[in-house]
């Protein structure tokens, strides 16, 4: 900001701040309540049907911020915004008196205030409130951005979050939609008997996923506490009291970089259905997210970023030895062209590497970002999925899919592992990967052995990230732009 307009921003708020003492004297710069009748949107569509010059005597209370103000003289017009949009106000001087258009005359671009009028249609045809009574509510002490509409920074918009849903409507409409798709989601599987339950965000050991953890400290205790990862291994042990069909939407908290679509903490999808197995929650995938795009786009083919995305199921399936096959041009069963393959992609694997890490290395670099249309990518290598039940006709695979759209991981799922031996020899192997450096491997956690040994029914466990889902249907590059508050660093 040059020091001119500085000077200029300093100016406004000294007006607004000599405004709110003036005010502050007879009690009327900050109201604790108003007696709003009805929102923007009711009134546009109660009576959109007048015409210029029909009299209608209803008098209406809205209440919102002022976002316009024009004319002069004994008439002025302006706009004012609440949580449903917007609505024109039109201010006379003989229908208000003269001391109540002194006031109104005093309010603010950014005010808070209460209008009470009955609805005309103008001349030009815009439906509008002719005010017979006007209420500051709250005092804008500072200027809204830009002359309103000039909000245009992408950092300031993420930093300043309030200011961009003031400035932009479309990104107030975006986390409307935002807040449908999640209580779609639910209204989905509660009609499907699944159950919502809520489990500890605060983990003596944490897991149900490969990332590095936040840590925390509880100062009574006097002990470290991780946040989650994941809802995986409390939702199981529930499973494990006999509860058949749980989810949970909660937020997860993952210790790693940010960018056009992670955030170090966003909102998770897991549910977990006894009985069932990775094909069934291919097909419970595939009906849920078909179901989101006809509630919310209208239509199972839409444009995302520039492609077009069908939902129509089944969706494709497609195994790891296919796709690096396909797109990688080399066989997964061969770990020498493997590691070769690594090498040419730049990927410097070093002589310890697993297969099925050099796999994953390899779809990562050549094949995620391949896949455009919904894709079931199947049967990982079974050292990469520690909780994923072996593929029953090959122990080097697990039954596991991820659901990959235009690039991006969707949706993760497996016949989940219920074995505790064989879960037990896997939380080994993952301490093993620890002690030599990989910091997002599993931590041992005995007592989900201890409650695998009670017996949990075989089962199926979806996890779908619900950010990503929202920027799809909602054509949005960035999960910073679904999320209301996304992590920022440090000026």
């Not at 006031?103 to 009955?118: A, L, Q, S, Y």
């Not at 994953?360 to 094949?367: G, L, P, S, T, W």
């Not at 049967?379 to 999925?385: A, F, G, I, M």
């Not at 909602?474 to 508050?485: G, P």
Request: charged share 30%.
């Amino acid at each position: 900001m040059s020091e001119t307009a500085n000077i200029e921003h300093i100016s406004e708020e000294q007006i607004r701040l000599d405004k709110r003492k003036q005010l502050q004297e007879s009690n009327s710069a900050y109201k604790h309540t108003y007696d709003k009748t009805n929102s923007c949107e009711t009134v546009q569509k109660q009576y959109e049907s007048i015409q210029h010059e029909e009299t209608v005597t209803d008098v209406l209370s809205v209440a919102g911020r002022l976002v316009a103000k024009r004319g002069h003289g004994k008439a002025m017009f302006g706009n004012i915004t609440d949580d449903s949009g917007a609505l024109q106000v039109y201010f006379r001087l003989d229908a208000l008196g003269e001391e109540a258009f002194a006031h109104v005359e005093g309010f603010d671009i950014g005010d808070i205030i209460g209008i009470k009028g009955t609805p005309f249609r103008t001349k030009r045809g815009e439906l509008s409130l002719r005010v017979s009574e006007a209420t500051l509510l709250t005092k804008a002490l500072l200027p809204l951005p830009e002359k309103y509409h000039g909000l245009q920074d992408k950092e300031l918009r993420y930093r300043k979050r309030y200011l961009d849903l003031i400035a932009n409507p479309d990104v107030k409409d975006t986390f409307k939609k935002r807040s449908d798709i999640i209580k779609d989601i639910r209204n989905y599987l509660n009609n499907d008997n699944f159950m919502e339950v809520e489990t500890p965000v605060l983990n003596n050991i944490y897991g149900g996923a490969s990332a590095r953890p936040f840590t925390t400290h509880h100062n009574e205790l006097k002990q470290d506490l991780y946040m989650r990862i994941s809802l995986e291994l409390p939702l199981k042990r529930l499973m494990v009291g006999g509860f058949e069909k749980v989810y949970e939407i909660g937020r997860v908290f993952r210790n790693e970089g940010v960018s056009y679509k992670h955030n170090p903490e966003y909102t998770l999808l897991e549910l977990y259905q006894s009985y069932a197995d990775y094909s069934d929650m291919m097909a419970l995938t595939e009906s849920l997210l078909a179901d989101l795009a006809k509630k919310h786009m209208g239509t199972l083919s839409f444009e995302y970023q520039g492609n077009t995305i069908d939902m129509t199921p089944p969706f494709q399936r497609l195994t790891f030895h296919e796709a690096l096959k396909t797109y990688a041009d080399v066989d997964a069963d061969d770990y020498d062209a493997l590691f070769k393959r690594a090498k040419e992609l730049g990927l410097e694997p070093n002589e310890e590497i697993t297969k099925g890490t050099l796999i994953m290395d390899i779809y990562d670099k050549c094949v995620e970002p391949k896949l455009i249309q919904p894709t079931f990518m199947m049967d990982h290598p079974w050292e990469t999925s520690p909780l994923a039940k072996r593929k029953r006709d090959n122990d080097d695979l697990v039954e596991r899919f991820e659901l990959i759209i235009n690039g991006m991981e969707i949706a993760n799922a497996f016949s989940e592992l219920n074995d505790p031996i064989d879960q037990e020899e896997r939380f080994e192997d993952q301490e093993k990967a620890r002690k030599a450096g990989d910091d997002e491997a599993h931590l041992m956690d005995h007592d989900f052995i201890e409650a695998l040994k009670y017996g949990m029914p075989p089962a199926g466990g979806l996890g779908i990230g619900i950010d990503r889902v929202v920027m799809l249907l909602t054509n949005s590059h960035s999960i910073r732009d679904v999320i209301f508050f996304p992590h920022m660093k440090d000026k």
